[in-house]
């Protein structure tokens, strides 16, 4: 069957508008699928570097509760290097056997109404606190220590009362 054309040769479209329009669409053709190549990429990079952010998220957890856990041990560390060092100087106090042996005197004559409280055990002297019910047994206690003839100076630093505690006295005693 031929073709019959109707239209004037002015209104007819020319060949190299023909070939420029096939040409467009073939690369509108090929920019949608790079176009939907690339929304593809970016899709599958979003979820893949979400799944990278999540697994950082968990693994910075871990490490903060590893870095606390840490800085516990540490502290402990410290706590017990301090009481070494602390027991070393005393191990390197000439008298500390002596102080001690002075201790153990007052612990083993004094009455079961008195609580002996802090103690603090110096190359010359001891500090203690002492707790009773009433100051007839505190001033018993500090009558004990003068008769002893261990110490040449008893001191009486402070006297307290609270009703829970009875009177807590401080006292320093100076060894011989």
Sequence with gaps: MTKIN???DSFRVKSSSVRTAELLKKIYAILFVIV???MSTSIGLFYMYKTRVGE?????????????????????????QDRLSKVQQISEIKD??????????????SESKI???????????????????STLDTFQFISMLKDSQEFSDITVLS??????????????LMKK
């Excluded at 042996?101 to 004559?109: A, I, P, Q, S, Y």
């Excluded at 006297?159 to 320093?172: D, E, L, W, Y």
């Design 56 to 80: 950082a998220e968990e693994r910075k957890i871990s490490l903060e509760r590893q870095i606390k856990a840490l800085e516990e041990t540490e502290q402990r560390l410290i706590l017990v």
């Design 96 to 109: 500390v056997n002596e102080g001690l042996g002075v201790f153990e005197f007052v612990l083993d004559n």
């Design 6 to 8: 109707l239209l004037p």
């Design 36 to 38: 939907i190549i690339a």
């Design 115 to 133: 609580i002996i409280g802090n103690v603090t055990v110096g190359e010359k002297s001891i500090e203690m606190q002492v707790s009773s019910e």
């Design 159 to 172: 006297m307290n009362f609270s009703p829970r505690q009875g009177f807590a006295t401080n006292i320093a």
